[in-house]
T-cell receptor, first 113, second 112 residues
Framework: GAGVSQSPSNKVTEKGKDVELRCDPISGHTALYWYRQSLGQGLEFLIYFQGNSAPDKSGLPSDRFSAERTGGSVSTLTIQRTQQEDSAVYLC???????????FGSGTRLTVV | DAKTTQPPSMDCAEGRAANLPCNHS???????VYWYRQIHSQGPQYIIHGLKNNETNEMASLIITEDRKSSTLILPHATLRDTAVYYC?????????????FGTGTLLAVQP
């Protein structure tokens, strides 16, 4: 597609439930990143996929968070047993290998009630 | 941790140049300076990046000091739509270490 697509755009879930957030990167982009942004805060790095290399998971806040990238394209961020502090906008970005500018999606707004 | 320091906020009159400063005194030789902006309720948008030479594109100019310890993003004719949080980031170019760590940025308010 022309841009990075994220779904759903909004998600309300009950505390303790699992959620899956999806990211479709720009075709041909080998690097994919997940960030989250809490209300009024800056962007917090979560995880980075680059081609076939092992992902950089150094930003994941707890073992309730995990992410996969299948076939070098679509990525899914999974949050298990959601907590209220997980409420945030989750942003996905992709880029060409080599450090070109990232293209961000519009994000998924997650609200845990 | 972010490796850059930016003022938390700035004002600029519409039609005037907006000059946004950034200090990155610990930048290493293989790190680039990237600028992004985030308009309210949208994902960040790439603006420009550079290593040591000044750069210009259709959106902005990037001036990097000779010692590379600071830089300035210039929006030559600011409009109301340029009101956003502007992030200055230093990062390696490419490879497994290329991830951008966002700081708190500068909120630029363009005034009519």
């Amino acid at each position: 597609g022309a841009g990075v697509s994220q779904s759903p755009s909004n998600k309300v879930t009950e505390k303790g439930k699992d959620v899956e957030l999806r990211c479709d990167p720009i075709s041909g982009h080998t690097a994919l990143y997940w960030y989250r942004q809490s209300l009024g805060q800056g962007l917090e790095f979560l995880i980075y996929f680059q081609g076939n290399s092992a992902p950089d998971k150094s930003g994941l806040p707890s073992d309730r968070f995990s992410a996969e990238r299948t076939g070098g394209s679509v990525s899914t961020l999974t949050i298990q047993r959601t907590q209220q502090e997980d409420s945030a906008v989750y942003l996905c970005a992709s880029s060409l290998a080599g450090g070109y500018g990232y293209t961000f999606g519009s994000g998924t707004r997650l609200t845990v009630v | 941790d972010a490796k850059t320091t930016q003022p938390p906020s700035m004002d600029c009159a519409e039609g005037r140049a907006a000059n946004l400063p950034c200090n990155h005194s610990t930048i290493s030789g293989n790190e680039y300076v990237y600028w992004y902006r985030q308009i309210h309720s949208q994902g960040p948008q790439y603006i420009i990046h550079g290593l040591k030479n000044n750069e210009t594109n259709e959106m902005a100019s990037l001036i990097i000091t000779e010692d590379r310890k600071s830089s300035t993003l210039i929006l030559p004719h600011a409009t109301l739509r340029d009101t956003a949080v502007y992030y200055c980031i230093v990062a390696n170019y490419g490879g497994a270490t290329n991830k951008l760590i966002f700081g708190t940025g500068t909120l630029l308010a363009v005034q009519p």
